[in-house]
Structure formats: C-alpha cells, structure tokens
C-alpha cells in the first residue's frame, strides 16, 4: 500500500509540474474549446430563429408596368396594385 502511494505521489508531482510548464498551451486549448462550445449554440440559435421565421415577403406585379415588387410597398388604389405614384397615374 505504500509503494501505492509513493507512485500515486509522484505521478501527482510529474502531472503538476507538466501543467506548470505547458499552462499556456492548456489554457489555449481550454479557450478553444469554449469557443467550439459557443460557435455550436450560435449556429443552434441561428438554426431556430431561421425555422421560426415568417414568411418571407410575397411578391405582386404592377399592374401598370408589370414590375414584380414586395407585397409591403404596394401602393393600392382602386383595388389595383402599383409600384409607384407615377405608375398610379399612367
């Protein structure tokens, strides 16, 4: 049981002393694996918030000129749909 000890000892040092002389190179992978760690959550949150989404934006063409445009910037008039004030008047 002693002999145990004794090697448990001075494995214990070896292992010591080996952290004290590469901490630098330990604390870089260490940072390195929090950065995985938080790139795999980010592209995790990403993931949700694309799945989550709204629809994106329907388009509608102009009945004036034919131009396709987002359905949030037609102007209606007259149950028509234009791209512009100068295609309202045309």
């Not at 938080?38 to 694309?50: P, Y």
Request: charged share 25%; proline share 2%; glycine share 6%.
């Amino acid at each position: 049981m002693r002999e145990f000890l004794l090697v448990f000892a001075v494995i214990a040092v070896l292992l010591g002393l080996t952290a004290i002389k590469y901490r630098r190179q330990l604390m870089a992978m260490v940072g390195f694996a929090r950065l995985l760690k938080e790139a795999g959550s980010a592209s995790g949150d990403l993931r949700r918030k694309t799945a989550t989404a709204s629809e994106p934006n329907k388009l509608v063409d102009c009945d004036a000129c034919g131009v396709w445009i987002p359905e949030s910037k037609v102007i209606r008039k007259h149950r028509r749909n234009f791209c512009s004030e100068a295609c309202t008047k045309a």
